[in-house]
């Protein structure tokens, strides 16, 4: 049976993806690596994920892509996405890559019996563990803090904490249940390359995340965390706001200890929501 590693240098926003990934192999009989980074020297595939955010992410991305070329085994086959590929592709010459918004390509690198869209993303790290042949559901997890934010405060010196502290997040992220609303980013920041690798916005419907959030209030979950990159800009392209969107997530979560983030909100989308009544849940909801 052949082995697969998938390695992150990327922001916890790829992490579902990734989990969705995970599932795509081990769903298609190949055995999946526990370690996401230390070198795999048993593996006959290894998929690093990077970032491109910053220089430093960048080059931490770079330096561990040839710490696996120098310890891989023989013959093992590396693949790289993430953002890189998209913001600065000219480094990855003669690396097959993929993208945040393309991840279906390793349908294209890989003859799979079963594609990648027969893999629902799920709402937790670790559910390709927890439930290793599942197709076609599963549950989507993470925490605020993010690996892109590790790398660039350690960079070559410390990669042994690195692990230690992705250890601790990944410890963290048993117990939170990760909605992902949207995709991509409706800012157009000058400083920033992001854009590039995720594209325009692409939103959720309101339906779909209200049923993930019921189906995590059921599985006894009380950390929610609703992900997006500008989540402020959230159903601009389908005729809502994210104000409309926390109303109904609001009815969904009182009267339950439910704990919930809404990171990434820029102050430039707030005014779309001005108008909306958000109201103070009441009971034993937080």
Known sequence: MAKVQIISTSCNRRELELEQVKAYFLGNDYMVSEDDFETDREADVILLSTCG?????????????????????????????????????KVLDGYMTFDPRNYEKLDEYFDMKYKLCDFRRPNIIGAW?????????????????????????TSKENLRSVKEIAAIIRENNESTFRIQCMLGCACNCSYCAIKFAIGKIQSRSPEEILSEMKEGIAGGY????????SLGSYGLDIGTNLGELLDQVIEVIQ??????????????????CVDQSLHVCEGDGR
């Open 53 to 89: 955010f910053t220089r430093a992410a960048e080059d931490f991305g770079l330096q561990t892509l040839k710490r696996i070329e120098s310890e891989k085994k023989k013959g093992c086959e590396v693949y790289v996405g993430g953002c890189l590929p998209k913001i600065n592709g």
């Open 222 to 229: 009380e950390n929610f965390l609703l992900e997006g990159y």
């Open 129 to 153: 563990q927890l439930h290793p042949t599942y197709r076609e559901h599963g549950l989507m997890s993470a925490d605020p803090l993010t690996r892109d934010e590790i790398g660039v405060e």
């Open 255 to 272: 009267n339950h200890p439910v704990r919930l983030s809404v990171p990434d909100v820029s102050p430039r989308y707030l005014d779309k």
